[in-house]
């Protein structure tokens, strides 16, 4: 049975692009996520949804023929689990996984709010590894795949963003070491490094008070447009691709991370102490409003 729906698979998988491929996509009620799905769906995918705006979700799964979706918080082991198993079942078994969803919110290392840390590991590092977790077993087969939506972050470290560099860091780190443990299953996995694309996520993250004291009314390399990065997305499940970026030039950045460090330690050394002092006070909200969870630090009296 496993050797016939394989081989079906991939008769239906050469006829085009991605047809017939079930894929399923964390964060999928905006930004890349919702992009991702539409696109896939356009392409003939059968696609699965879950996200925490459960009204979004909605209607981005409307837009995909009606496609099986959830609300999810990815940093629930037990949420996620019950969630992924179910959305695999109604898919009829699992291609693709995109561990998509992520957060950001400013942080200030000395004096910032330690539940900014806290929330940000929750959901780009656990929520990451409690996807693929349950996910995985599923996609342990010769045309499996999980992609792993990281951040040139991950690699080049910005003032106020230490929350989000180190959780993405892990979600690369999750990423490379899950690509061994499934070799032999003839599964592949992929990490997505994207700099600043045209997302609310870059909107909200980089418009603060904080944020504009170093940076202005721009970002660091400036706002790329979305599509490509989708392009590059649907080109890696397609061809299950190691890696994926967007723009082109974090290609070359990503080999060299030191070099591109010092370039960021010298051009934003102005303003930074003022941000801090912003940051240390500003009603910064999370890019993703979320759900009330228990504290996984107790804090000095």
């Known amino acids: 049975m496993f050797i016939g729906g394989t081989v079906a698979s991939m008769s239906v998988f ?7 491929r079930r894929v399923l996509i964390t964060g999928a009620a905006r930004g890349i996520g919702a992009a991702l799905a539409r696109q896939l769906h356009a ?12 009204d979004l979700l909605a209607e981005v799964a409307h837009e995909c023929g009606d496609a099986p979706w959830r609300y999810c918080d990815v940093a629930d082991s037990a949420q996620a689990e019950r969630v992924v198993n179910t959305l695999v079942s109604e ?7 995109v561990a998509n969803a992520g957060v950001a919110r400013q942080l200030a290392l000395l004096g910032g709010d330690p539940a900014v840390m806290e929330e940000t590991l929750a959901v780009n590092v656990l929520g990451v590894y409690y996807t693929l977790r349950a996910a995985g077993p599923h996609i342990c ?9 990281s951040s ?61 004291a170093i940076l202005g ?11 490509p990065a989708i392009d590059a997305l649907e080109r890696a499940i397609r061809r299950r691709r190691r890696q994926v970026v967007s723009p082109w030039w974090v290609a070359v950045a990503l080999p060299f991370r030191p070099i591109a460090q010092c370039i960021i330690d010298i051009a934003l050394r102005r303003g930074v102490a003022h941000a801090l002092d912003i940051a240390r006070t500003e009603d910064a909200p999370f890019t993703t409003e979320q759900p009330a969870r228990p504290r996984r630090m107790e804090r000095p009296n």
């Open 152 to 212: 040139l972050a991950a690699a080049v470290n910005l003032p106020l963003a230490g929350a989000y560099s180190a959780s993405k860091a892990g979600a690369e780190a999750l990423g490379n070491t899950l690509r061994n443990e499934i070799r032999h299953t003839g599964a592949k996995v992929g990490i997505a490094y994207f700099a600043e694309l045209d997302t609310d996520m870059t909107t909200r993250g980089f418009g603060t008070a904080a944020a504009r």
């Open 91 to 97: 898919l009829g078994g699992l291609d693709a996984v």
């Open 141 to 149: 087969h010769p045309t499996g795949y999980a992609l792993i939506v």
């Open 217 to 227: 009314r721009s970002t660091v390399s400036g706002v790329a447009p979305l599509g």
């Open 14 to 20: 050469s006829a085009t692009p991605v047809a017939g």
């Open 43 to 54: 392409g003939g995918a059968k696609v699965a949804l879950l996200g925490l705006e459960a």
